[in-house]
């Protein structure tokens, strides 16, 4: 059996004991600093409001699972969950239409929640300010988690069962040998472990570091208070630490409430942030207890002044008593508000668990459990990989700057396009000046900036033909969005556009091993003559999407690969790893070409009379036939030309070396200018795409999907045998699978919905928005969306967006060019 040790017995660990010895795993250990009785982590002062309902469908079931979890562990009768029900009010307008799309993600995932008028709220919640609510959202199922009680309760069931705790042992090192994680070095000595998982909270940094892996999370205080008794609730909870009335969400002002028997606990976000180093705060005691623990900090009072104030507004009741006991707690925030999950990209054996609040912990711990037992979790966790950011966002800088943002923004309304005003500028590609020139309108990912549409196209709206032109949007979808899109989309279709398709992650694969590694590996089939390109997918070993690539072989032992997030380098490169150790004569190696490399994306009709003038290389339709690659040069540039699409027009991928990009944009540019060449962005090329039916992957597709549900079974190779996943492919088809990605069009013709948002059939929820755009070609607006198999084209279907419901038609896909006329043309 594998020896397993864990680091950090909080609520994240010992939920992970648990989880793994219910699937069978004997040989665990787990290490904590603290004694086991009260580690001292932020676990042991949690207060445990858990709201399940989050943008994010994975955060929103690890959730639903703590839930479900806690209130199977019982002691005495009690269980480690009470359930109260949580209600977020309203108290400003923006609030109260948040809480509408609110409940859309909670329908959506299957979490049933009511939206309450103001008297509602009043009725379960008669503490509140009338004058001051305007409604809310109310979920039944959240709660309190008794953390610190569930724990001693795991750690009981988990010893029972075999496992060894070691309490007030420091770990001090993590040893490895070929890239292998091989041991926990603690003060008392080397455990030695195959496998190794930091569960180690907000002291996640430091753990990483013994091992060499940047974990990036920043520590920051956030204060929580008691009241002393409140009058009003006198003889209301019989238990010390109970409560009756439901958890309290007050946004607006950054505040969250419970009851503490008589008196109250108040949270507070709306304080400056207050970042922690925690390798600074010492070594913890061999006696914790409530009031000395690392993870507490002294009251800082005059932060929570405002707080108090704005408390005793909304819960009028609370005038009657004080403030009689405050800390400022520690825990973790991330760039990106979301936990840490997952193997090391690049020390094997080594996972974090990390950056998890109470709420998520069991659903982490489950998925980190399954991952190791079965190689995938349930859920798709590519928004939690710890491996999904860019090298540039693991500096100490960036996790600052970006943690400290998330923590200001904790509660606030963020609109899904939102993009951070800072940092900013860190990736730029080589056209940027041009782009800055032409007035592009930026958005960032990953780190670049990347063009959404260009004020320079604002005169084309005067020309734009009466069907091409862009309907009004709602103030929420028309955010982040101009009316110069449908224009670009127009001169896509009819003319010829230039995208900047520098962002798009470019790996190379190269060696004797290579067409070994990526036969083993994709769905398709790879092994074609130089030129040959495929798109294909990447495999979990149950059938779901890990990813999509586009493989160009460009030499017998060279491949260009197109793919997507970090975690596709850190998994190739593990493979190719793996693959020379064990057979040296297949040595094969990955490297990221992305930064390297730049890329234009020249499509549309009109793209091959652009071409034509600066290159004398062969663009016809027989010279570089649709999907197939070659070397050519442009205006003197060398460049790699592929001829594929995003938005479903003639036109190639042309790649080249970063040092020509500037002066290939303007060869292109020149050349264009007679044939009515554009600079078009992002916006275009999101709803061009939708039109064409191109899935992305993320959002179209994850693990949670199989080529089949994603209507890609046409990426699989017929015949194809052995690659990851085949096995659980075998016995599935079009037919067997119960749901499946389909393509809805808009009846009215304009209203828009932007993802995630709950889709009905027959007035029952049944599936959720994917992707979504105004399809510009069609005049309508496009919804992508999994619904089950049943459902026929024409039917009739709902979507709920801000609470009102949108009248839809499921569409046969594509919706534009389905017989791949113009790709071919
Ligand atoms: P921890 O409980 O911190 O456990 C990590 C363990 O690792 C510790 O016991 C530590 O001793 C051990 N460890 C670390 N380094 C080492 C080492 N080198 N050697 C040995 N052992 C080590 N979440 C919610 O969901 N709802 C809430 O209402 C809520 N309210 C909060 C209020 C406050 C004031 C704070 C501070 C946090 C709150 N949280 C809440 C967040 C929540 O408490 C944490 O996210 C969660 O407890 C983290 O659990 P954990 O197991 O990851 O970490």
């Known amino acids: 059996a594998p020896r397993v040790v864990i680091i950090g017995a909080g609520i994240v660990g010992t939920n992970l004991v648990d989880e793994l010895v219910s699937r069978g795993w004997t040989d665990i250990t787990v290490v904590d600093q603290g004694p086991l009785d009260v580690p001292g982590g932020s676990t042991s002062h949690a207060p445990g409001l858990v709201f399940q309902t989050n943008a994010s469908k994975t955060l929103s079931l690890f959730a639903r699972y703590t839930v479900e979890k806690l209130l199977s562990l019982e002691k005495g009768g009690q269980s480690c969950f009470n359930q109260v029900g949580g209600l977020e009010v309203a108290t400003t307008p923006e609030r109260l239409e948040d809480l509408k799309r609110k409940h859309g993600y909670a329908t959506s995932w299957g979490i049933e929640t009511r939206l309450m008028s103001a008297d509602e709220c009043l009725e379960i919640y008669p503490l509140l300010n009338k004058d001051l609510v305007l409604g809310g959202l109310h979920s039944p199922s959240d709660g309190l988690a008794l953390a610190a009680c569930a724990v001693q309760l795991l750690i009981t069931r988990t010893r029972d069962a075999g496992v060894r705790y070691l309490g007030s042992t420091l770990v001090t090192g993590i040893e490895q040998a070929d890239g292998h994680v091989t041991g926990v070095a603690t003060r008392d000595g080397t455990l030695p472990a195959d496998i190794v998982i930091s569960c180690a909270g907000f002291w996640g940094v430091e753990v990483g570091a013994m091992a060499g892996v940047r974990v990036p999370l920043l520590p920051m205080a956030h204060q929580y208070v008691k009241t002393t008794a409140v009058p009003a609730q006198e003889g209301r909870n019989p238990l010390p630490n109970g409560a009756r009335l439901p958890i309290l969400r007050y946004q607006d002002q950054d505040l969250y409430y419970r009851e503490h028997g008589e008196r109250y606990g108040i949270g507070y976000y709306g304080h400056r942030p207050m970042p922690v180093v925690a390798a600074s705060l010492g070594t913890t005691p061999k006696h914790v207890d409530e009031q000395n623990m690392p993870s507490r900090l002294k009251f800082t009072p005059e932060d929570f002044e405002p707080a108090w104030k704005l408390s005793q507004e909304l819960l009028p009741a609370l005038q009657q008593s004080k403030i009689a006991e405050g800390f400022n707690g520690i825990l973790s925030f991330t760039p990106d508000g979301r936990p840490l999950v997952g193997q090391s990209p690049t020390l094997d054996g080594f996972y974090v668990a990390e950056a998890v609040w109470v709420t998520h912990s069991a659903g982490v711990a489950r998925a980190v459990a399954e991952i190791l037992t079965t190689g995938r979790s349930e859920l798709d966790l590519s928004g939690c990989e710890l491996s999904r950011f860019e090298q540039v966002q693991l500096t100490p800088a960036y996790v600052s700057e970006t943690s400290q943002l998330d923590f200001v923004e904790v509660y606030d309304i963020l609109h899904p396009f939102q993009p951070r005003e800072s940092p900013r500028n860190l ?78 992650r470019r790996l190379e694969v190269s060696g004797p091993g290579a067409v070994y590694l990526l036969t083993r590996l994709t769905t398709g089939d790879v092994s074609g003559k130089p030129g040959a390109i495929t798109y294909t997918l990447l495999l979990d070993n149950h059938g779901g999407i890990r990813s999509d690539l586009t493989v160009a072989r460009l030499l017998e032992d060279l491949f260009q690969v197109g793919a997507n997030g970090p975690a596709d380098l850190a998994y190739l490169a593990r493979e190719a790893r793996k693959q020379t150790a064990a057979t040296p004569d297949l040595f094969v190696q990955v490297r990221d070409i992305t930064g390297g490399t730049c890329c234009i994306g020249l499509w549309g009709p009109r793209s091959r009379d652009v071409i034509a003038a600066v290159s004398t290389d062969d663009f016809t339709s027989q010279g570089l036939p649709y999907l197939r690659a070659k070397r050519a040069t442009i205006a003197g540039i060398p460049v790699t030309a592929m001829s594929l699409s995003w938005v479903g027009e003639l036109g190639w991928e042309i790649h080249a070396s970063a040092e020509y990009g500037l002066h290939l944009w303007d060869a292109l540019w020149q050349a264009g200018q007679p044939h009515g060449v554009i600079a078009a962005g992002r916006g275009a090329l999101y709803a061009l795409r939708l039109e064409k039916g191109l899935r992305f992957w993320g959002t179209d597709m994850t693990t949670e999907h199989d080529p089949y549900e994603a209507g890609l079974e046409f990426a699989v190779q017929e015949g194809k045998e052995g690659y990851v996943g085949h096995a659980a492919l075998k016995r599935r088809s079009r037919v067997t699978a119960t749901r499946r990605l389909r393509c809805l069009t808009v009846d009215d013709g304009r209203s828009m919905v932007l993802g995630k948002e709950p889709v009905y059939i027959d007035r029952r929820p049944v599936g959720y928005v994917t992707s979504a755009a105004f399809g510009y070609a069609i005049g309508k607006p496009i919804a992508y969306a999994y619904l089950p198999n049943t459902v026929a084209e024409g039917d009739a279907a709902e979507i709920e967006y801000f609470g009102r419901l949108i009248h839809a038609t499921v569409a046969a896909e594509p919706l534009y060019d389905p017989q791949m006329r113009r790709l071919r043309a």
């Open 427 to 504: 990736r730029l590609s080589p056209f940027h000046a041009r782009q800055r020139e032409l007035g592009a309108f930026f958005l960032e990912a990953g780190g670049w900036e990347r063009p959404e549409w260009y004020e320079a196209n604002a005169e084309l709206l005067n020309h734009l033909p009466a069907r091409w032109l862009p309907v009004e949007r709602d103030a929420w979808s028309a955010r982040y969005y101009s009316p110069i899109v449908a224009a670009e989309a127009w001169k896509t279709r009819t003319a010829s556009a230039m995208y900047d398709m520098t962002s798009l």
